[in-house]
């Protein structure tokens, strides 16, 4: 049988839960893009007021951001130090990917100094970033529009086996085609790592200039979440080829929901902390700022200790850095780490990513809710996450699978969850 109309299982609530996540998601990104700048900040409640269409609409921001998009591009269009392979598709072929994504973020950070210093005025991104975020938003409609049109042309072969259902607005949401590209050009990658994430961290440093700007210099709260966000996009850009592995890119079609996370969401509401502590200054004492520097490199060891132990591994089994460690066989002829960081929880990098996110927003203080935004999403996230994936091994696994979940009982969090 073909994936059209295939009988995967439908998720996310299927066409409704869809349709109803397409008019959501943009609607809570403008909502904390308003209240962030407002006096209250009231996660929960209305918003300050309901922006005009002349507020939200702006062709100079659609311009910028499509010269970001463009800028972008052609980075990853740039020699690269290496080229990946990926995971083997249907047809027995694998991908060719760049390995670049670093050296777009020292290059950008390059071009945007020498903007700077011609005269770049960095400190009025602030202002625009409700326009931005409606342009962005306004790309990812178009966009995944013709990514499913594309999708229409694409051999059966090239789709993914969830997005695939017959309904239209489902497959739009989810995405048809597993790794739409044209030529070199593979636009869930490029989009999953490049323009969303570099994007974030370059909101930060227009909000930490403009804080320096409006008060004289910026706080340490400011610094700190900088400091810990630039780690973070850092480490995934240094790491790049892991995310061949993800299920983003060996699973799920390249839909208005990735498409829109990665190049709108991320940039927009995972720089809330900055945005938040722009408009509402938190005095942050040395003590403090220690701990929870402290808290952030706990979760950053277990996060890239987690990440690095199952890439080794998967890479080269007998590697001398994991080949100590216990594992069960499955039927695939993969095995399972069933000691060291994957012994502990069965998601030990999703226990780090979540104690980051709680460093990330304790600079911004314990007065507004707001700022926690970032650790209540990313918590429902992981968790669902956590739940697609596990549905994945098990069909990958079998029995294996249930025998790593007798050994290893927790999903996240040792004895809790
Ligand atoms: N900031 C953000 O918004 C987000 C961040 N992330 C982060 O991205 C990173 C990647 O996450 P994600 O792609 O969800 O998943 P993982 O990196 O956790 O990968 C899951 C896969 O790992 C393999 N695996 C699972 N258990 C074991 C084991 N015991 N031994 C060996 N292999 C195992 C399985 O694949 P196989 O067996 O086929 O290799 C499984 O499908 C994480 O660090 C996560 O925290 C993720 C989503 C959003
Ligand atoms: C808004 C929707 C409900 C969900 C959108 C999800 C996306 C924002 C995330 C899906 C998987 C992601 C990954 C990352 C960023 C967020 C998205 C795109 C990383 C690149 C973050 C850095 C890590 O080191 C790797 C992550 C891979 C998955």
Redesign the pocket.
Known sequence: MTPQGSQAPLEFGGPLGAASLMVLLPVTMLHLLLVAGSEPARLLGPPPYLPGLEELWSPQALLLWLAWLGLQAALYLLPARKVAEGQELKDKSRLQYPINGFQALVLTALVVGLGVAVGLPLGTLPEMLLPLAFASTLTAFVFSLLLYLKALLAPASALAPGGNSGNPIYDFFLGRELNPRIRYLDFKYFCELRPGLIGWVLINLALLVQEAKLRGSSSLAMWLVNGFQLLYVGDALWHEEAIL????ITHDGFGFMLLFGDITWVPFTYSLQAQFLLHHPQALELPMASAICLLNATGYYI?RGA?SQ?NT??KNPSDPRVADLETISTATG?Q???SGW?GMV??P??LG?LIMALAWSLPCGTSHLLPYFYLLY?TA??VH?EAR?ER??LQ?YGLAWRE?CRRVPYRILPYIY
């Not at 592995?245 to 983003?248: G, L």
């Open positions: 592995t993800t299920m983003d996060f990440n199952k591994f998967r993969r399972l780490l069933v994957w069965r998601h990098n999703y990513d990313f996230l992981l996450r994936d994945q091994c990958k790593y």
